[in-house]
Structure formats: structure tokens, C-alpha cells
T-cell receptor, first 114, second 110 residues
Framework: GAVVSQHPSRVICKSGTSVKIECRSL??????MFWYRQFPKQSLMLMAT?????????EQGVEKDKFLINHASLTLSTLTVTSAHPEDSSFYIC??????????FGPGTRLTVT | SQKIEQNSEALNIQEGKTATLTCNYT??????LQWYRQDPGRGPVFLLL?????KEKRKERLKVTFDTTLKQSLFHITASQPADSATYLC?????????FGSGTRLSIRP
């Protein structure tokens, strides 16, 4: 149980285009999901907290207009990177809160902006 | 500011020995501390959670200790195996927010 999926696993896009990443909790309902970014050999940095049916809460320094988050249902949250640039290339990981403070992570999405 | 340090960036252990990883933190009072395993190109996998009022927790070959006075957690893998090779992250939890350490890359040599 407690499986989280992400789609796509890898995406390459041209600079200036937008990319949408989906995060799904497959066997449980998640009112809260989280989006992280991870650069090589660095730790996960929380970007935003996504709550079902309400606006996401962004961490300091994260541009909400650039990283659009939608948590439309109890099993799906999406992250859209708008007008992507090469510096947005990174490993994006979502997680869903299962119970207490247990979070289950998706397998990640490798974004490369050329 | 809050800081989490995982002392070793990398640790090399002989198969069968006990691997011990350290997590220290400052300027923080976590309600929980968690340990995760992360393989290259994958998301972290939850291993263990220990609460602030617990001293020790075990799960199969894993053991975690939590000393809120020292502000330190130790993570032990006994009878280590090459399949245990991965990066291990500690994470502090308070007010629904998780802050991750930078991880320790553990290699178990046969």
C-alpha cells in the first residue's frame, strides 16, 4: 500500500515552453501533497505544499507564477513549470501524506530544458 | 537558521558489519525524525519514524536512536549487505513540514 506515481518520469523540453508533471496517490486519498526539487548530490528542497481544493502554499523564494500547482482531487496533484528555462532543469519529486507525518514519495521526474 | 547535518557525505563498510549514520540538527525542535533511503534517480523511500519522546526504534535490521538533548539521531544497519548501498536521508518534521538533510551515501563492499 501507500504507492505514489509520477508522470512522466523524464521530459525534455525547449526553453520557453511549459511542462506539466502529474502526481497520483494510487491506493490512498491524500488531502496534502508536497512538491520538491533536488539538484545533483543535494538534498530535497520543499517547493510547495498542495492541499486538495485550495491554493498551494509556496516556500520562500519559489515563484508561484512559474510553478503552478493544482490539487484537483484527493488522488491527483499537478505541477506545471511555465516558460521553462535551462536553470529549471532538475529532478522534481512529489510526495503524499499518508498518516501522521508519514509521507510517501513518487519516483521523480527528470526535467531537462534545452 | 535551522540546520541539519549528516556527518559523512559517504561511508564505505564491509559486508556483514554494522553501518552507523549520524544526523545532527540545530535551531530546531522536531516532533518527529524520519529516515529515508534514496537510490539514484528515484524518490526517497520511507524507512522509520521516531517521535521526540522515543529513545529508540527498531525494524528488522534497522535501528534508530533519537537524543533530543544532544540533538542527534543515529541510524544503524546491522549485518549490512551490498543491497543496502544507497543514500540515506534524515528528515525533521514539525508543523507538517519536513526538512531533509543532505544525505549520506552508503556503500557496502562484498
Amino acid at each position: 500500500g501507500a504507492v505514489v506515481s509520477q508522470h512522466p518520469s523524464r521530459v525534455i523540453c525547449k526553453s520557453g515552453t511549459s511542462v506539466k508533471i502529474e502526481c497520483r496517490s494510487l491506493d490512498f486519498q491524500a488531502t496534502t501533497m508536497f512538491w520538491y526539487r533536488q539538484f545533483p548530490k543535494q538534498s530535497l528542497m520543499l517547493m510547495a505544499t498542495s492541499n486538495e481544493g485550495s491554493k498551494a502554499t509556496y516556500e520562500q523564494g519559489v515563484e508561484k507564477d512559474k510553478f503552478l500547482i493544482n490539487h484537483a482531487s484527493l488522488t491527483l496533484s499537478t505541477l506545471t513549470v511555465t516558460s521553462a528555462h535551462p536553470e529549471d532543469s532538475s529532478f522534481y519529486i512529489c510526495s503524499a501524506r499518508f498518516r501522521d507525518y508519514e509521507q510517501y514519495f513518487g519516483p521523480g521526474t527528470r526535467l531537462t530544458v534545452t | 537558521s535551522q540546520k541539519i547535518e549528516q556527518n559523512s557525505e559517504a561511508l564505505n563498510i564491509q559486508e556483514g558489519k554494522t553501518a552507523t549514520l549520524t544526523c545532527n540538527y540545530t535551531n530546531y525542535s522536531p516532533a518527529y525524525l524520519q529516515w529515508y533511503r534514496q537510490d539514484p534517480g528515484r524518490g526517497p523511500v520511507f524507512l522509520l519514524l521516531i517521535r521526540e519522546n522515543e529513545k529508540e526504534k527498531r525494524k528488522e535490521r534497522l535501528k534508530v536512536t533519537f537524543d533530543t538533548t544532544l540533538k542527534q539521531s543515529l541510524f544503524h544497519i546491522t549485518a549490512s549487505q551490498p543491497a543496502d548501498s544507497a543514500t540515506y536521508l534524515c528528515a525533521l518534521v514539525r508543523a507538517s513540514k519536513i526538512i531533509f538533510g543532505s544525505g549520506t551515501r552508503l556503500s557496502i563492499r562484498p
